[in-house]
């Protein structure tokens, strides 16, 4: 566990290359950032610029060239495939560009199999938990539907529901309104915001410098490094955002 004053997520010098026959695409070349915890941190940059692939390195889905991630004080490249797992389940929600709901599965379902599978809650707390959560992120009466039968928006907010389902420390969130209009981008950007409390944080890449605005820290990201940061102790209000 970090100490007071420390940051959530620690990334010294990443690279992260995909060799693909004869050609060597570098997504990341030494990317360095700190996201401190209780708070929003935005990483804004045009598409190609390595967003997604940092998001994977850091959610422990895919694992650097080069470079350390540290999160909580624990060194993520250090972990066994066991630890790997425990690691994602416990401290990482992540919320997909495209939702990656389960389409065979109500909003209910998607909520549930992870409270019941990933969380191991007993079959009458995860009924208990999965309505609590749909009805926080406003889908009250639609907990019965499959993804096709919701909105973009709808079905964003059933994955946010499922990342939250584990409390975990770190919130990631890819593009989370780059499928969305802009009032239920708003709903959504203010959900995701409203995490960023008591320890956690929340990450969400975007190309859209709008987004930025509600940060307390911007990272731009270009050709996988870091140009620049910004920090904002007073981040706009959500309600006055435009876009
Ligand atoms: N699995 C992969 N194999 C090969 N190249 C990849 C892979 N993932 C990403 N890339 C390449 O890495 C670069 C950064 O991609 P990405 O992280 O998806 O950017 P962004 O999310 O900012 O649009 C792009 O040139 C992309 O084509
Ligand atoms: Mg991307």
Redesign the pocket.
């Known amino acids: 566990m970090i100490t007071a004053g420390e940051p959530l997520i620690r990334i010294d010098n990443m690279s992260k290359s995909?060799k693909?026959g004869e050609v060597t695409?570098h997504?990341l070349r030494g990317t360095t950032l700190r996201v401190n915890p209780d708070e929003v941190t935005v990483i804004l940059?045009?598409?190609?610029?390595?967003?997604?692939?940092?998001l994977n390195q850091i959610g422990g889905i895919d694992s650097p060239t080069e470079g350390m991630i540290w999160v909580d004080g624990r060194e993520i490249q250090g972990m066994n495939q066991k630890q790997l797992t425990n690691y994602r389940q416990e401290s990482i929600g992540f919320i997909f560009q495209f939702f990656n709901l389960i389409p065979n599965l109500t909003a209910r379902e998607n909520v549930e199999f992870v409270l019941e599978y990933v969380m191991n809650l007993p079959s009458k707390e995860v009924h208990r938990r999965a309505e609590e959560l749909l009805d926080k992120v406003g889908l009250k009466g639609r907990e019965d539907h499959y993804p096709f039968q919701l909105s973009g928006g709808e079905q964003q907010r059933v994955s946010i529901a499922r990342a939250l389902s584990k409390d975990p420390r770190i919130l990631l969130a890819?593009e989370p309104t780059g499928e969305l209009d802009y009032t239920t981008g708003k709903m959504i950007l203010g959900l995701l915001a409203s995490f960023a409390n008591e320890g956690r944080c929340v990450l969400i890449?975007t190309?859209n410098k709008e987004i930025a605005k509600i940060a307390h820290h911007v990272i731009y990201?270009r050709d996988?490094s870091v140009l620049k940061e910004e920090k904002n102790p007073n981040p706009m209000n959500i309600k006055d955002l435009e876009w």
Do not use: E, W
Request: glycine share 22%; with cysteine; charged share 10%.
């Open positions: 995909y693909m695409v997504a940059g045009p598409s190609g610029c390595g967003k997604t692939t940092l890819d890449v190309h990201l996988g």
